[in-house]
């Protein structure tokens, strides 16, 4: 458990996976913009399968996030 949240950590990627891990945590996590927040956030109710590259560190892929930060990878689910 990590800060009581369910995570797995894969070795093959280095990335831990956080389960129902909210927009908000990682909007105070990453002090990611709220214009940037709104986007994640519209594009996770729409359901898209897209990848959308913010330009920031990270990118939505189906309905997760991944971030990239010190060539470590997270993966969080939201």
Do not use: A, T
Request: charged share 15%; glycine share 4%.
């Amino acid at each position: 458990m990590i800060n009581g949240l369910n995570h797995s950590f894969s070795p093959n990627y280095n990335c831990i996976l956080l389960e129902n891990f909210k927009l908000f945590h990682i909007h105070k996590l990453l002090s990611i913009r709220r214009d940037h927040l709104k986007r994640i956030w519209n594009l996770y109710q729409n359901n898209s399968s897209q990848i959308y590259d913010f330009g920031i560190g990270f990118k939505l892929i189906s309905n997760s996030i991944l971030i990239r930060k010190f060539q470590n990878v997270l993966m969080y689910y939201i």
